[in-house]
């Protein structure tokens, strides 16, 4: 079992930055990427970014350029600097892990407000 706990949300003005920051524990031995979503009011959940254990990302289109995301492995955070949001960034945003063993993001965090005002 991995458990994960997100931190980091808030209200910005457009043009700002955030920090998201997501700390696993429990089995994390056996994490191999480590992904953000987000999902806006009315909107489906959208994958935003991904980490794999050997440091390989890969971004959405709606962020790339914008957003980074980066671990500290010692530390079992997965962190998503965001730069430049605008109010289309507002949203929850999840923290979730893959395991080795399987193909889908079995485990996810509870989620932090980002709230992006013009």
């Known amino acids: 079992q991995v458990q994960l706990v997100e931190s980091g949300g808030g209200s910005v003005q457009a043009g700002g930055s955030l920090t998201l920051s997501c700390a696993a524990s429990?089995?994390?031995?056996?994490?191999?990427?480590m992904g953000w979503y987000r999902q806006a009011p009315g909107k489906q959940r959208e994958s935003i970014a991904f980490?794999?254990?050997?440091?390989?990302?890969s971004y959405a289109d709606s962020v790339k350029g914008r957003f980074t995301i980066s671990r500290d492995n010692a530390k079992n955070k997965v962190y998503l600097q965001m730069n430049r949001l605008n109010p289309e960034d507002t949203a929850v945003y999840y923290c979730?892990?893959?395991?080795?063993?399987?193909?889908?993001?079995?485990?996810w965090g509870q989620g932090t407000q980002v709230t992006v005002s013009s």
């Open positions: 429990g089995s994390t031995v056996s994490i191999n990427v």
């Open positions: 980490i794999h254990e050997g440091g390989g990302t």
């Open positions: 979730a892990a893959k395991t080795l063993t399987r193909d889908t993001f079995d485990y």
